[in-house]
């Protein structure tokens, strides 16, 4: 079993940026998939669309970072399969975070309220209409994305836990 020695967290700008992003992607986890419900006691889709395309800026600063500083070695008796059920896991959070705003930007570009940014100024929306086949197979894209990415950020969250309270290893303390 690795020591915590053998473990090297991740750099300030890289935790700030997961834990940033991560919060975020619940926040619209939640509005997407209960929007309808709480839209009785508060209209949460203009907030939804503003935090999507926040959490498409600030993953390509991540891509960006991730480009500039590599992430810290496993150390060398982490199992190689847990080693490559996470690159797969997190190349497809990456993916994730990039297609569904952009689906999202799509779909909501042929909508006829104006993408709002927090309030702060409009988002310039992208020139499609309704009946542009992008415009359904995007929507579509989105909503089916969304649970696959609700899934897998159950497996990320249950997995980083098995780590610390099962295996006892450190690897979640390499993100904190």
């Known amino acids: 079993m690795a020591t915590t020695a053998d473990y090297v967290r991740y750099n300030s700008v890289a935790r700030a940026l997961h834990w940033s992003i991560g919060v975020l992607i619940l ?84 909508g006829k309220y104006p993408l709002s940014f927090y309030g702060l100024f409009d988002w310039p929306k992208l020139a499609l209409t309704k009946d542009m086949p992008i415009v359904g197979a995007a929507h579509e894209t989105h909503e089916i994305l969304g649970y696959a990415f609700a899934a897998l950020v159950v497996l990320h969250v249950g997995a980083a836990l098995y780590h610390h309270f099962a295996l006892k290893d450190p690897t979640l303390r390499r993100m904190l």
């Open 27 to 110: 926040f619209n986890l939640f509005t997407g998939i209960f929007g309808e419900g709480l839209e009785k006691m508060w209209e949460s889709m203009p907030v939804h669309k503003a935090t999507g395309l926040l959490i498409l800026l600030l993953s390509l600063v991540r891509f960006g970072w991730r480009l500039r500083w590599t992430t810290p070695d496993y150390p060398v008796d982490f199992n190689p399969g847990f080693r490559k059920f996470a690159a797969a896991t997190h190349g497809t959070f990456y993916l994730l975070m990039l297609i569904l705003p952009v689906t999202g930007w799509i779909f909501t570009s042929a």
